[in-house]
């Protein structure tokens, strides 16, 4: 009938409609500009009442895609914006649920402590309710809290329907609440989100189970230090499934690529969404000021490194490999321990190497292990604070643990090295995978042998049953991204380029001298400046 002159508000009905059909780029070649076809209707209407009834069809045809184009020009996802009811932009703080990925150890509470102090201190200062901030290792006595999907559950009672986001940072994640808050009203709360900075493997790698091996790129999964979230409608949702389908009881390696498996779910679920203001930069890097999120350094250095004298070094070895692992340590890390001796099968005194009365077996070594620690505690070894034991394949940093250890009190039953966890869906444990090095405090091996605990096999998994015995006695295992149970190439680079490594395993397919000298080896450069260096390769 009548064609008002005064513009009309889009439908948003219809152009989400037409959003199911066509892309971004086809709305795009199709919409045409609002005032050129508003002033052709209203011309039409004014030369013939018929002709504007058309014209005024005409145009309402045209709205979904001019709303299209204006969405394309302003650089916001059609998607979003299309979907997005009035008050979808105002987001407010306590609508967003942080997770701090805690652990029990003292040094690491008062990291998190850190963290949420600053999150609150930020909330005072941007005059916003308070959200709510949650160690994620007091959530309960569980100790498959850390593996986040046996609380899923736990964040879909407790916030699922007065909470837009889950909001996960890890201890060292340094956030710009303002900025993060502006990135996540960007996004239609009431569809389900798994937001993040990516990574991908270059090639397949033993520690993802060789997934996606024909085109190991093709899959994205979150670097966990940028900070990564999910919306409320996925967490209720993957709460249900949790819930209906019990979580497979089985071995927990990396922890964030298995999430987001878990999260796409074989094409069912939404995969990864990169965020560009989601950062793994330092907070003070000049190109890190578009930045929401950036990084603390992971190499912490919290008192002075502690002396060489005070870490005893234990290398497991066996006869075979006396000719061939064992030059590999000589030639790189054995001259940075002061204290350090070879167990074996078989008593080489050109090494030298201990026979422990232990045979050798191919897999396993948990006997040897025992055995270790055992001779650790008494009087045929120097006392020291801390035990390091090794693989003959282990490449380490001596000098970079010694620096981390001055963040630890060897009082405490500490054990640290990289976290595994095994059937933590169903009650199991986690423990400190023995490639990439197993550190105990005195107190924790002097704890772990008055309890009574023994290998039921000498083949049986030592770093395993160690886990076991840990969390029969309530002793956590204690979490550093700096240990690799694996050799370089089996990381994500990006992964890689922001940290100062400890230590990799294995000698397959490497020069492993050469991969010490590029990685961990010091002597010709500072930790600085090697972060540089494979930062400008990167």
């Not at 209203?42 to 145009?59: C, I, Q």
């Not at 184009?69 to 008050?87: F, I, M, R």
């Not at 070895?317 to 078989?346: G, I, M, N």
């Not at 292990?369 to 008494?378: G, K, W």
Request: hydrophobic share 35%.
């Amino acid at each position: 009938g009548n064609v008002s002159e005064n513009p009309v508000k889009v439908p948003l009905l219809l152009h989400s409609r037409v959003e199911e059909r066509l892309s971004r780029k086809e709305c795009s070649q199709l919409a045409v500009d609002l005032q050129s076809c508003w002033t052709l209707c209203v011309t039409m209407s004014r030369s013939s009442s018929r002709l504007g009834y058309k014209a005024a069809f005409m145009f309402w045809s045209l709205v979904p895609f001019i709303a299209a184009s204006e969405d394309v020009k302003e650089g916001v996802s059609t998607v979003q914006e299309a979907d997005k009811l009035p008050h979808e932009s105002q987001l407010r703080l306590r609508e967003v649920v942080f997770v701090i990925q805690s652990q029990r150890n003292s040094f690491h509470v008062q990291r998190a402590e850190r963290l949420r102090a600053d999150l609150l201190l930020q909330t005072e200062e941007l005059r916003e309710s308070p959200p709510p901030i949650l160690l994620l290792h007091t959530l309960s006595d569980s100790e498959g809290d850390w593996s986040i999907l046996p609380s899923l559950p736990y964040f879909s009672s407790h916030f699922g329907k007065n909470s837009s986001w889950i909001m996960f940072l890890e201890e060292e994640t340094n956030v710009k609440l303002e900025k993060l808050l502006n990135v996540l009203k960007t996004f239609v709360r009431r569809k389900e989100w798994f937001l993040g900075k990516p990574l991908h493997d270059d090639e397949s790698t033993i520690i993802h189970h060789y997934a996606f091996a024909e085109n190991p790129s093709s899959f994205k999964y979150p670097d966990f230090s940028a900070g990564w979230a999910l919306s409320i409608p996925l967490i209720n949702r993957l709460a249900n499934k949790v819930k209906q389908e019990p979580l497979k009881s089985d071995f927990t390696i990396d922890l964030k690529h298995e999430v987001a498996l878990y999260i796409w779910d074989e094409g069912k679920g939404p995969r990864l969404t990169a965020v560009p203001e989601l950062c793994t930069l330092p907070e003070n890097s000049p190109t890190a000021q578009h930045c929401a999120t950036t990084v603390s350094t992971h190499s912490p250095l919290c008192d002075e490194p502690v002396k060489r004298e005070d870490i005893f070094v234990a290398v497991k070895t066996c006869k075979k490999f006396h000719l061939e692992r064992v030059p590999v340590v000589k030639k790189t890390w054995e001259k940075q321990a002061s204290r350090l001796e070879y167990y074996s099968d078989h008593a080489d005194p050109s090494i030298p190497t201990i026979n422990l009365g232990v045979p050798n077996t191919d897999r396993g070594h948990c006997g040897k292990t025992f055995a270790i620690l055992s001779r650790y505690v008494s009087s045929a070894v120097p006392k020291t604070d801390w035990l390091l034991i090794v693989d003959d394949d282990t490449l380490i940093s001596l000098p970079r643990l010694r620096a981390l250890l001055s963040c630890y009190d060897p009082r405490e039953p500490v054990c640290l090295g990289e976290r595994y966890g095994y059937g933590l869906g169903q009650g199991g444990y986690s423990y400190i995978t023995g490639g990439g090095g197993m550190v105990f405090s005195r107190e924790a091996v002097l704890r772990l042998l008055a309890s009574g605990c023994k290998c039921y096999s000498n083949d049986a998994p030592d770093d395993m049953v160690v886990g076991m015995c840990l969390n029969a006695m309530q002793i956590p295992v204690t979490h550093s991204p700096l240990f690799h149970q694996a050799r370089p190439e089996d990381y994500a680079r990006d992964f890689l380029a922001h940290q100062i490594p400890i230590s990799f395993h294995k000698h397959w397919n490497i020069d492993p001298v050469a991969v010490f000298n590029k990685w961990l080896n010091d002597s010709d450069s500072s930790a600085e400046r090697l972060s540089t260096r494979l930062k400008e390769e990167l």
